[in-house]
């Protein structure tokens, strides 16, 4: 029952931006957009979330559009630690779960 | 400040056995969800425990069954196991207040059903 769509898999190159787009057409207005992560054969980590403005935090900026159907997470200077599949979510505020899809998986390239 | 933990990392069980798997809260959170992750997939909600009782579940049998204790630590039990519960189980703790709340995960227990 995921709401989103991600591309299934990205490349990009060391040192440089990667930005990793998520279309979410039929959010809701009490929705929120979510972005975690997991690196192979980890635990998914939390990266960031917003509802309408754009966010920042020292892992990851999310541009969400202004009719909030699309977003995109902007990974500022990709490492090849950032080698994972991502994982764009929509989450109501009072949803107890997190409803995962198939992700983006992005290889960074030295 | 302690992250969620899991016990065991790895785990060998036979079809028809009995499981539990352990995991401990993050410090200060009071909820815990788990998921299950078969390989190549997302993962997917199990349930939820908040104060001690199931506050929600997927789509998942009865022999799946968890535990929160006063703590907010956490056990899954799986009875009767099948072939296709081989996957990694992960564990996710949150602060629930007013408003969204992350989930924070560990780093899972594979296991594996033979």
Known sequence: DAKTTQPPSMDCAEGRAANLPCNHS???????????????SQGPQYIIHGLKNNETNEMASLIITEDRKSSTLILPHATLRDTAVYYCIVRGSND???SFGAGTTVTVRA | ETGVTQSPTHLIKTR???VTLRCSSQSGH????????????????IFQYYREEENGRGNFPPRFSGL????????LNVNALELDDSALYLCASSLVAEGPYEQYFGPGTRLTVT
């Open chain 2, 16 to 18: 028809g056995q009995q």
């Open chain 1, 96 to 98: 107890y779960k997190l």
């Open chain 1, 26 to 40: 039929t959010i809701s207005g009490n929705e929120y957009v979510y972005w975690y992560r997991q690196i192979h």
């Open chain 2, 30 to 45: 009071n909820t815990v969800s788990w998921y299950q992750q078969a390989l190549g997939q997302g993962p997917q909600f």
């Open chain 2, 68 to 75: 929160q204790f006063p703590n907010y630590s956490s056990e």
